[in-house]
Nanobody, 116 residues
Framework: QVQVVESGGGLVQPGGSLTLSCSASGIGFRMYSMAWYRQAIGKQRELVAEIHSTYATDYADSVKDRFTISRDNAKNTMSLRMNSLKPQDTAVYFC??????????WGRGIQVTVSS
């Protein structure tokens, strides 16, 4: 059974930092790409950052130079370090694990709120 679990969300002031973590079990972790998506109220879910099995990374323009995605294959975990947070970063953040077009799994999401 595949399980994807996010942790580390919460409330942070503008300009602050937060680190999200995602653990995945029940899969051959190192063969999967992993990504963070987010969905703000009234908006569509959007890709924030992705790290491939090759360790190549992609970022949304809105978070480049502020967010850093990383993975630890030995621990089956992925992290998203978020710096210089803005109110517009407020959203539910979802961890996605995928391999090709066939296998994709989602976490339940975790709230990140940036507010003073």
């Amino acid at each position: 059974q595949v399980q994807v679990v996010e942790s580390g969300g919460g409330l942070v002031q503008p300009g602050g930092s937060l680190t999200l973590s995602c653990s995945a079990s029940g899969i051959g972790f190192r063969m999967y790409s992993m990504a963070w998506y987010r969905q703000a109220i009234g908006k569509q879910r959007e890709l924030v950052a992705e790290i491939h099995s090759t360790y190549a990374t992609d970022y949304a323009d809105s978070v480049k130079d502020r967010f850093t995605i990383s993975r630890d294959n030995a621990k089956n975990t992925m992290s998203l370090r978020m710096n210089s947070l803005k109110p517009q970063d407020t959203a539910v953040y979802f961890c996605n694990v995928k391999r090709g077009l066939t296998y994709t799994y989602w976490g339940r999401g975790i709230q990140v709120t940036v507010s003073s």
